[in-house]
């Protein structure tokens, strides 16, 4: 007979067996996380080799190389909103009212003064959007849903929907130069990565970005300013994407407002693949990198197989969803 309130051994076993699964559980998708984006990143190079074998030559080395270094600025950009809670998609559409920006002052008053002003202008628009979310408790998603047709409705307005010329070669040798065998662009990435690092890892305001990311009540009781933090992130999101707005802009030789296209998605893509959590609060810059990595493989290989643009995007997109289904089951698992 059993006494009321006491457990049989059955139900302690069972109580000690669904504890023990929720551990297995996040053992699992944590042994996954680790391991399995170098797995896929070889995997891939080894499909890719094997259907074209121009995949493994050093000339697309450097294409992937180059591929690589244009992205991963923008998600170690993304990576700010998306650790203090939220995320940034009218990343695009500054990237390409930057580079407007940068063609009309370099016109106007030369490159130093056009470099400045764009990398600013995607810095005021930063400021804008953390301002807006953080202020008056708005979902990022509105907010920057907004944003991206904002922007991209300046740059079109400001040039009448035409490419804007006059920069000198000079200025092409940010996307195209080399420093040594690195190329600069590959720098630049390399540099960004460094700041953003020791930010994020080295700094209160990185520990405060963490903190209400994972928990914004918490943080704010604990006498973190959450308004500031948010802001900060949003404003270091825009300043890092002016800098890749600069290289894309040195790549075209030309301001174009539709310059950044995609680019939302596919930054987010590369960080939520990276293991950085959508909800914030968790993931590594380190981790990014092979997100981003892996992007750039998938977008070489499919080129060198000749597949559809269209086609890409739709992988690009069903990649995305798997990232976030995996995002939620990591969740779930605790």
Known sequence: MTIRGERTHGEDLAAVGSAKEPADRRRTLRAVSQLGLPLVVLAMCIYFTVRQPLFATP????????????????AFA??????????????????????????????????????????????IVGAINGFTIAR????????????LSAALGLALFLTNGRPVYGFNDTFT?????????????LLIAACVFVVSWFVLTR?????HLYAVGGNEEAARLSGVN????????????????????????????????NLGTGLELESIAAVVIGGVA???????LARVVWGVLVMSLLSNGLD?????????LMVIGVVFVVAVIFDGLKKRAG
Do not use: H, W
Not at 61 to 70: E, K, P
Not at 87 to 92: E, L
Not at 136 to 147: I, Y
Not at 304 to 310: G, M
């Open 78 to 123: 993304q990576s700010f909103p998306i650790l203090v809670g939220g995320f940034d998609i009218s990343i695009g559409s500054q990237v390409g009212l930057s580079s407007v920006v940068m063609a009309l002052v370099t016109q106007k008053a030369g490159l130093p003064a056009g470099l400045a002003a764009g990398i600013a202008t995607a810095g």
């Open 203 to 207: 700094t209160v305001y990185g520990r």
């Open 136 to 147: 008056f408790v708005v979902s990022p998603f509105v907010v920057t849903l907004g944003m």
């Open 278 to 284: 959508l909800g914030g609060g968790e993931g590594r």
């Open 226 to 257: 959450v308004f500031r933090t948010k802001m900060l992130a949003y404003i270091i999101c825009g300043l890092i994407t002016g800098i890749g707005a600069m290289v894309l802009t040195a790549r075209v030789a030309s301001g174009q407002p």
């Open 173 to 185: 040798v940010i996307a195209t130069g080399y420093i040594g065998p690195v190329s600069v662009p």
């Open 59 to 74: 000339s697309n080395g450097l294409n992937v190389a180059r591929q690589f270094s244009f992205l991963a600025v923008f």
């Open 304 to 312: 060198l197989l000749q597949v559809s643009s269209y086609i890409q």
